[in-house]
């Protein structure tokens, strides 16, 4: 099914093409959930002549081409190796089978170690031959700014409500999408999942609310949670915190459900520092961080209506007994 909130992009890029004025190196950059590794297997297909599909559409497949590398972290590593990136580098090099020139997608390019990201660098700034290097990245942050540079930049946004809801009922209908979509921060590919996890999600809220009004003990919620995906929970989190401070700048404690009551305890800036430390843990590598400590952390300082997240952007849940998070990995 086609991805219509992707028209305009596509347009653009076979507008571009026509005037053989395509980039060499691009970066796909947004929120998780909106089809950007859809958007790169469709710019890679075009480029190889793989099909001739006017917009890029769900689900996708990975195109198999003797002239396309598709390069992403192996299943036993927490990062895509400078090894990988050199064998993507020599096959770049080498004559095209097809005659259309090389094509090469690296998914999530923010996952590439320093020395896999420095070894791509020439290659970046001179593709060899008629080449085109697609990198998705869900969080351009972690990206060297060598890197970022050397890239034209595609920003893939997240659709209108309408947009989505619309097309997730034609993906699967019947379906009560509203919630799901808001639980994804409204990307409507990440909302698929948040409608499996939707019992999930519903008694994490719960626990949530019960541990800010202390009717719950931090400890026993974090040592729950932790039984889940820490991708899962730690976004899960940065989105209800996110909710909370557009409830405080906004002035309107009946945007939160939990109301006026936690509300009315925080500072408005400690919540923006608490969801700066939830997104430094979202960004590091699983495995590098003890999740049940972190988790420990952070629901201690919502338990306490945040009066001690340290401003100096340390996360709560690193500080926590020194650095337990870390060395208890």
């Excluded at 099914?1 to 571009?16: F, G, H, N, R, V």
């Amino acid at each position: 099914m086609e991805i219509p909130w992707q028209k305009d992009l596509a347009s653009t890029w076979l507008a571009a093409a026509d005037q053989h004025r395509l980039p060499h190196a691009v970066l796909l950059a947004g929120p998780p959930g909106v089809g950007k590794r859809a958007l790169a297997a469709w710019m890679v297909a075009r480029k190889l002549d793989l099909h001739r599909d006017p917009v890029p559409c769900y689900p996708f497949q990975r195109p198999q081409h003797p002239d396309l590398h598709w390069l992403s972290r192996p299943e036993d590593k927490t990062s895509i190796l400078i090894d990988q990136v050199r064998a993507l580098v020599h096959d770049l090099s080498l004559t095209s089978h097809s005659g259309r020139g090389k094509a090469a997608v690296i998914e999530p390019a923010h996952l590439m170690t320093n020395s896999a990201a420095n070894s791509l660098l020439k290659t970046l700034e001179e593709p060899p031959g008629d080449a085109l290097l697609v990198l998705v990245a869900d969080r351009i942050g972690r990206l060297p700014a060598t890197v970022f540079s050397r890239c034209q930049r595609i920003e893939v946004r997240v659709p209108a409500e309408q947009v989505s809801l619309e097309w997730l009922d034609r993906l699967q209908p019947g379906k009560s999408w509203a919630e799901p979509l808001r639980m994804a921060g409204h990307a409507p590919l990440a909302a698929l999942d948040a409608l499996d996890r939707l019992d999930a999600s519903t008694a994490m809220s719960r626990e949530f609310q019960a541990v800010a009004l202390g009717q719950q003990s931090p400890v026993e919620i974090a040592a729950k949670w932790s039984k889940s995906d820490a991708a899962f929970v730690l976004d899960w989190l940065a989105r209800q915190v996110q909710q909370v401070a557009r409830s405080l700048v906004g002035g309107d404690p009946t945007n939160y459900a939990a109301g006026n009551s936690v509300l009315q305890r925080m500072d408005r800036r400690n919540v923006f520092c608490y969801l700066d430390q939830i997104n430094r843990l979202r960004g590091q590598p699983q495995g590098s961080f003890n999740v049940t400590v972190a988790l420990e952390g952070l629901l201690i300082d919502w338990a306490t209506g945040l009066r001690h997240v340290d401003r100096d952007g340390t996360p709560a849940a690193l500080s926590l007994g020194s650095n337990r998070a870390i060395a208890g990995r």
